[in-house]
């Protein structure tokens, strides 16, 4: 089993909840162990953040809400003390370029079209429009999201936007009750459509441009040549959804081993107290099981 850590929450966590710089390791080096033995994991694969990242390019404003925040010293000083500790210790790799988490979802379409067993360890709601395993490790829960229910959390995404990100919903009030509604009969063939429908009713002219700068800013990338998304790509013309027109999205678990379930409900070791962290929580995110699973037999078809 192969595991793909999103690390930049563990560095920044450990380095918030810690008072020296030793403590801040040690509770780096603890939730991977812990992650690793959780997910039955031989191989660790850790992403960092790196330099630059494409999607300022695409919307100047993007995380424009946290850049008059300053950060103490000594907060800095752990967390970059955690941050050269993961790159020597744990071989972690920075995504430069992108963001961790496109780092670590073009490993697992990687892994996916290899066969290989794998799981992503994460606390970002962004990362479940990969279908697969997934582990939380600050819960330390395991679940497993089927194809349609992951582009079903990128679709969501696509008409809520991000706040903690600074990504624009269509418009003010437009929730993910809302979005969710919208959505909910539909299916892979015909999401789209709706997504676009709601953007045409909601937004109105330049419905377009912004659908597609909303796409580029959130949707998780799964190739090395970082391919832009366009709604035009699935887009049929066809927004009456009032019968389902997809194809066989069963999420039936027939046939798929179980590989570990019996984890803690408990918080990550070493850590005490909570802190907010930029990416957010999975408040959003719809999930398809709660057992990690062997994720090689559905396509990625996004």
Same mark, same amino acid.
């Given at each position: 089993?192969?595991?793909?850590?999103?690390?930049?929450?563990?560095?920044?966590?450990?380095?918030?909840?810690?008072?020296?710089?030793?403590?801040?390791?040690?509770?780096?080096?603890?939730?991977?162990?812990?992650?690793?033995?959780?997910?039955?994991?031989?191989?660790?694969?850790?992403?960092?953040?790196?330099?630059?990242?494409?999607?300022?390019?695409?919307?100047?404003?993007?995380?424009?809400?946290?850049?008059?925040?300053?950060?103490?010293?000594?907060?800095?000083?752990?967390?970059?003390?955690?941050?050269?500790?993961?790159?020597?210790?744990?071989?972690?790799?920075?995504?430069?370029?992108?963001?961790?988490?496109?780092?670590?979802?073009?490993?697992?379409?990687?892994?996916?079209?290899?066969?290989?067993?794998?799981?992503?360890?994460?606390?970002?709601?962004?990362?479940?429009?990969?279908?697969?395993?997934?582990?939380?490790?600050?819960?330390?829960?395991?679940?497993?999201?089927?194809?349609?229910?992951?582009?079903?959390?990128?679709?969501?995404?696509?008409?809520?936007?991000?706040? +903690?990100? /600074?990504?624009?919903? @269509? #418009?003010? !009030?437009?929730?993910? %009750?809302?979005?969710?509604? &919208?959505?909910?009969?539909?299916?892979?063939?015909?999401?789209?459509?709706?997504?676009?429908?709601?953007?045409?009713?909601?937004?109105?002219?330049?419905?377009?441009?912004?659908?597609?700068?909303?796409?580029?800013?959130?949707?998780?990338?799964?190739?090395?040549?970082?391919?832009?998304?366009?709604?035009?790509?699935?887009?049929?013309?066809?927004?009456?959804?009032?019968?389902?027109?997809?194809?066989?999205?069963?999420?039936?678990?027939?046939?798929?081993?179980?590989?570990?379930?019996?984890?803690?409900?408990?918080?990550?070791?070493?850590?005490?107290?909570?802190?907010?962290?930029?990416? +957010?929580? /999975?408040?959003?995110? @719809? #999930?398809? !099981?709660?057992?990690? %699973?062997?994720?090689?037999? &559905?396509?990625?078809?996004?």
């Amino acid at each position: 089993m192969k595991v793909f850590i999103d690390a930049d929450s563990i560095l920044f966590k450990a380095a918030c909840t810690q008072d020296n710089v030793h403590e801040t390791k040690n509770v780096v080096d603890r939730v991977i162990r812990d992650t690793m033995v959780d997910c039955w994991a031989k191989e660790a694969y850790l992403a960092i953040k790196g330099k630059d990242n494409f999607r300022y390019n695409v919307y100047s404003e993007y995380k424009a809400n946290r850049k008059d925040k300053e950060m103490d010293e000594k907060l800095r000083e752990r967390l970059n003390a955690a941050y050269f500790h993961i790159l020597d210790k744990w071989d972690a790799i920075p995504a430069d370029g992108m963001e961790a988490d496109d780092l670590v979802c073009i490993w697992a379409h990687e892994a996916r079209e290899a066969e290989n067993d794998w799981v992503i360890a994460h606390i970002d709601k962004d990362i479940n429009q990969i279908a697969g395993n997934h582990y939380n490790y600050n819960t330390k829960e395991v679940y497993f999201i089927d194809d349609d229910t992951a582009d079903m959390n990128f679709c969501i995404q696509l008409l809520v936007g991000d706040s +903690g990100d /600074n990504i624009p919903k @269509i #418009r003010k !009030g437009y929730g993910i %009750k809302t979005a969710q509604k &919208a959505l909910a009969d539909t299916t892979y063939k015909n999401r789209i459509d709706k997504v676009v429908d709601e953007w045409q009713r909601g937004y109105g002219r330049g419905w377009e441009k912004q659908l597609n700068m909303i796409g580029n800013l959130i949707y998780m990338k799964r190739t090395w040549d970082l391919e832009e998304w366009n709604y035009e790509d699935r887009y049929t013309g066809k927004t009456d959804v009032s019968e389902s027109n997809g194809g066989n999205q069963s999420s039936s678990d027939e046939g798929r081993k179980e590989v570990h379930t019996d984890v803690s409900d408990s918080g990550v070791q070493g850590i005490s107290g909570e802190v907010q962290v930029s990416d +957010g929580g /999975n408040d959003m995110a @719809i #999930r398809s !099981g709660s057992t990690v %699973k062997d994720n090689t037999n &559905a396509s990625i078809q996004q």
